[in-house]
């Protein structure tokens, strides 16, 4: 639709039609093209001889009038096409008017074609009702054309053209329409203002919806209630409450209407208790509500989580004749489904004589947002059964449902679906299919999703950022953040995302900035974000910072002690973990399943075996938690660790359920500890039933036949290994200096620091051979087959070390973290760095993080000695 004219003029100037350019919504053949079915039938010669004798001797206008007045369409479109001269105005309104009541679109439009191509302008009576047919059809780029046509225009030509656009979401033009119609200097009247103010709601517009609530008073409409109506509907859909309220507390008549505009405007502003004190109101004053203030009523019922007050609405809707009703049955659906009671909404929806998309939508999306997404899916299928049509809400919210699943074939039938109903350009729909890829570990159909989506909001940079940390791809996570920060204002969900990503990549100072960013906006302590940050600080090995964070943290939940819990294991804390444990017991936090991972964890690593097995039994007769398969691999990590491995062996074999890889794999690490081959083979081969394609189960295997001096049996593994392609992963390791996070890969050759980087681990090698600490050099390519620690270590971490060094001020912690594990000679390399520069290093690997000072480390050299 080309904009209107760009200056203020009394009317549009008029326009020649072959001067506009073509229309955007029809081709212009479409107005003379008809396809032979759809034509009227032709008339027997006999009957063509009698019009055309009549023709002669009557007037066709008066004749194409009275065909009109008898509904007579098909002969009344002949009649005209068929006529030497166009018949005048009074014939074509005529005409045009049953076009409308008709609905008939295609007549409609031939007879439009015939009237422009016989007038240069229209009149007022005549363009009116050709304005009036084509907004009805939907049609605003041939009423601009009409309207551009138009010499002589009054307040309804403005009124069809400001409403018809409104309708068609072309909302920013229709509010410059209205502005050209005050430039113009027509007053508007009271169909004008309804329009506007839908505009304005729609976009929204709070500073336009003021301007246009002065016009009213300006031009005293402020007593009428069409008006009043639409302006308390604008300000709610605005976000002012307030304004609304006080429009409505101001009106001298109201009506059931003005009721519910003012309760809807509570309700859309999470003001349910005031809307329904509102209500409770309206039945005093003997106001009769109507099918809409029942079922806006009954859905915000369901948010308050009052299911007394919930069953009350639904048995007033029943006194009220409503039951039968389909829209009110689907708001009790609603209603039901907020309130969690599935079971119910499933009987209202049962007993529904007549159901609707919006019947089966609230169904669906009522099982998905209570945990049963297969039920969803069950209920979706069931509705292409009967052959409903879904909406764009109903495949959004079988799109969640197939991302909670994981069902990434019914998620590429929906997508096709969209596409084919034209619902991609819904963002609702495209931001479904963003978090439905991203969690079947398809990233990358996610990225093409969004690369073309038309618009983007927040929820749709989330799911991106959300879906790279999900995939792993922190890096990817922080660059569409940044990006994002260009238009977008991230919200809580935004930022607990990047912070994970910030985690994850050990990017502390990114991290700060984020913090920093959130302290501005002033929602530092919504939703999960306190635990984002405090778990960001613990993950990158500043206790101390977490530990603040924790202490200002007013509204501590069990995560946010369990996230503290976490960080003291993960830096060698056992005793540290257990008195925080006991002191959130005495605070009356409840612990839950993590909570006694972390703990059983913190007994594993310290040694603590009676501790360990006070835990393990507290857990069912204390606190009520059955053990799952997490805390049993813990309590076989333990036994293990201090060589019980009978006795683990044992324990695995009396467990009440059937054992994963990882508590074979907890088995087969200690068998590694204390050499126990025969052992530990019998559980390498539990693990690789279960795991045949985890590197690091190999690993463990290897380094027990390394140690044992089985070199025949190692030299098999490193075999089975290349053959399935699992000795190829490159080792990585990045480190953040400055707010930049630069990576290494193993014998990377590539930074440009390279040569001060060599420099400074061959100057650290020498100081080592000095003092008979003779570390393990790196080797060319043609070696590698001779280390298994080249390749499952690596020793990317010695480059991502060693620019930390040259890049900071002296004192300062490095801190890298690594995609696989630290072997026994890096191990050696990093302690003896930290006592030679006299700071602390920090390396987060693939199995724990150590934390390296005064040539020592936290994990108590286990597993290295």
């Not at 053990?627 to 695995?652: Q, W």
Request: glycine fraction near 8%; aromatic fraction near 10%.
């Amino acid at each position: 639709m080309p904009p209107p004219p760009a200056k203020p003029a009394l009317n549009p100037p008029l326009l020649p039609l072959a001067s506009l350019p073509s229309p955007r919504a029809l081709p212009p053949s479409r107005l003379h093209r008809l396809s032979p079915e759809k034509r009227p039938r032709r008339l027997s010669s006999a009957a063509v001889s009698a019009a055309a004798s009549t023709s002669s001797s009557a007037d066709p206008s008066a004749e194409l009038r009275a065909l009109c007045s008898h509904g007579q369409l098909a002969q009344a479109l002949w009649l005209l096409e068929s006529s030497a001269e166009p018949p005048d105005e009074d014939a074509y309104v005529a005409l045009f008017r049953l076009c409308e009541w008709r609905r008939a679109l295609e007549p409609g439009l031939r007879a439009c074609a015939h009237a422009d191509d016989r007038h240069a302008w229209f009149g007022l009576r005549l363009g009116n009702a050709m304005l009036s047919m084509l907004i009805r059809f939907g049609e605003t780029w041939h009423a601009w054309r009409v309207f551009a046509k138009m010499p002589e225009r009054d307040v309804f030509s403005w009124n069809v053209m400001v409403g018809g656009y409104g309708k068609a979401g072309l909302l920013e033009e229709a509010l410059d329409l209205y502005h050209r119609m005050m430039w113009a200097g027509m007053r508007p009247d009271v169909y004008t203002f309804p329009c506007v103010l839908r505009s304005c709601g729609g976009i929204p517009d709070w500073e336009m919806g003021r301007e246009v609530h002065a016009h009213v008073l300006r031009f005293g409409f402020g007593g009428e209630v069409d008006v009043l109506n639409a302006l308390m509907t604008m300000y709610a859909k605005c976000g002012d409450a307030v304004a609304a309220r006080k429009v409505f507390d101001g009106m001298t008549v109201m009506d059931c209407i003005s009721w519910n505009a003012m309760i809807a405007g509570h309700f859309e502003n999470c003001e349910c208790n005031t809307g329904l004190e509102l209500f409770l109101t309206m039945l005093e004053d003997e106001v009769q509500p109507n099918l809409m203030t029942i079922t806006s009523v009954t859905v915000a019922s369901g948010l308050l989580s009052d299911i007394s007050f919930a069953k009350e609405m639904h048995g007033l809707a029943v006194k009220r004749g409503f039951a039968t009703d389909v829209a009110f049955c689907n708001s009790l659906i609603q209603m039901y489904a907020s309130l969690g009671m599935m079971g119910q909404a499933k009987t209202v929806f049962s007993r529904m004589d007549a159901r609707d998309a919006m019947s089966w939508t609230a169904m669906i999306s009522g099982y998905e947002k209570n945990g049963f997404p297969d039920k969803a899916l069950e209920v979706y299928a069931l509705m292409e059964v009967n052959n409903v049509s879904p909406d764009d809400v109903t495949i959004a919210s079988a799109l969640a449902a197939c991302a909670c699943l994981g069902r990434l074939d019914v998620g590429i039938k929906l997508h096709e679906l969209a596409e084919s109903k034209g619902f991609m350009s819904y963002i609702v729909v495209a931001n479904a299919l963003l978090e439905m890829y991203a969690k079947s570990k398809h990233i990358d159909k996610a990225i093409e999703v969004f690369k073309y989506m038309p618009e983007k909001d927040v929820v749709s940079w989330s799911s991106m950022i959300a879906g790279f940390c999900f995939n792993h791809r922190n890096f990817e996570a922080l660059y569409y953040f940044r990006h994002m920060l260009v238009d977008v204002k991230p919200n809580c969900v935004t930022f607990i995302a990047a912070l994970a990503a910030c985690a994850a990549t050990g990017a502390l100072r990114s991290g700060k900035e984020i913090h920093a960013h959130v302290l501005r906006c002033g929602i530092e302590s919504e939703g999960y974000l306190p635990n984002a940050l405090i778990d960001l600080y613990a993950k990158c090995g500043q206790t101390g910072y977490a530990w603040a964070q924790f202490c200002v943290h007013g509204a501590k939940d069990v995560v946010s002690w369990n996230i503290m819990l976490a960080g003291f294991v993960a830096h060698g804390h056992g005793d540290t973990a257990l008195s925080f444990f006991n002191q959130m017991v005495k605070t009356g936090e409840c612990p839950d399943e993590v909570t006694f991972v972390a703990l059983l964890c913190a007994c594993s690593r310290g040694g603590m075996v009676k501790e360990g097995w006070e835990l393990f039994h507290s857990m069912t007769e204390k606190y009520s938690i059955l053990p799952n398969l997490k805390h049993y691999a813990c309590m076989v990590d333990l036994l293990s660790r201090v060589g019980r491995l009978t006795e683990a062996y044992n324990f695995i074999a009396e467990m009440p359920i059937t054992p994963d890889a990882a508590v074979w794999g907890a088995l087969l690490n200690g068998c590694r500890i204390h050499r126990n081959v025969e052992l530990g083979e019998l559980a390498a081969k539990y693990v690789f039933e279960l795991e045949p394609n985890d590197a690091g189960y190999y690993v463990l295997l290897c380094d027990l036949y390394a140690d044992a001096g089985r070199w025949d049996k190692l030299s098999r593994v490193r075999k089975t290994m290349r053959d399935k392609g699992l000795d190829h992963c490159s080792g990585c390791s990045w480190v953040e200096v400055k707010g930049v996070v630069h990576a290494f890969l193993t014998d990377d050759e590539s930074h440009p620091q390279i040569r001060e980087i060599n420099t400074v681990l061959e100057g650290i090698y020498e100081r080592m051979k000095a003092s008979d600490c003779v570390p393990v050099e790196s080797r060319s390519s043609e070696d590698k087959e001779v280390s298994k620690d080249d390749i499952f270590c690596g020793h990317s971490e010695r480059l991502a070390v060693a620019f930390g060094l040259i890049s900071t001020a002296p004192g300062t912690p490095v801190s890298v973290t690594k995609n696989q594990y630290t072997c026994q000679n890096c191990h050696r390399i990093l302690k003896m760095i930290s006592n030679i520069v006299r700071r602390d290093i920090i390396v987060r690997d693939s199995k724990e993080l150590h934390h390296f000072k005064d040539g020592s480390c936290t994990c108590g050299d286990e597993g290295y000695s």
